[in-house]
């Protein structure tokens, strides 16, 4: 059964589907009308928004929902990789597509990066330009650049 929730976040309301308890997807602007949700049901998205309420606070690093995105193999293999990306870290489109085993792949990467449905949970926000530009960004590159100073300022207190 498909279920949602809008949560409360300091880069505006969130979004959250879930398939059955199983996150597919997080939008950071509001879905259109065509947009799969069910019924609202904050209950069953409980763990889903207690985690990103930790993450926001510096409480959480990772996230461990059960996840299921919906995507080509290739954008899986590249979302699976922006996950193994450290809370605090950046790395360059050609990072990741070489990561993949595509070395020439970094244009690729980035429309991966455009289609993840898990924005935040699947953080495409610490994929950065070869030079460390802030480059791309489906939420904004506002969203971008408070989500890496959120990771870098909690990385400063350790």
């Known amino acids: 059964m498909r279920a949602h929730s809008v949560l409360p976040s300091p880069v505006g309301p969130l979004t959250?589907?879930?398939?059955?308890?199983?996150l597919v997807r997080l939008y950071?602007?509001?879905p259109g009308p065509e947009a799969?949700?069910?019924p609202r049901?904050?209950?069953?998205?409980?763990?889903?928004?207690?985690?990103?309420?930790e993450y926001f606070r510096g409480e959480r690093e990772a996230f461990d929902v059960p996840l299921r995105p919906v995507g080509s193999a290739f954008e899986r293999a590249v979302w699976a990789q922006?996950?193994?990306?450290?809370?605090?870290?950046?790395r360059s489109y050609g990072q990741v597509a070489?990561?993949?085993?595509?070395?020439?792949?970094?244009?690729a990467v980035g429309l991966a990066c455009g289609r993840n449905p898990l924005a935040?949970?699947?953080p495409c926000h610490r994929v950065v330009g070869a030079d460390g530009a802030l480059v791309g960004f489906g939420g904004g590159l506002p969203r971008k650049r408070f989500l890496l100073d959120l990771e870098q300022r909690e990385a400063r207190l350790f």
């Open 98 to 107: 070489r990561a993949v085993g595509e070395p020439g792949g970094a244009q």
């Open 120 to 122: 935040v949970v699947v």
């Open 82 to 90: 922006l996950s193994a990306i450290p809370y605090g870290e950046t």
């Open 36 to 38: 799969a949700l069910g």
């Open 28 to 30: 950071l602007d509001p």
């Open 16 to 22: 959250v589907v879930a398939d059955d308890g199983v």
């Open 41 to 53: 049901d904050d209950a069953a998205l409980a763990p889903v928004s207690a985690q990103l309420g």
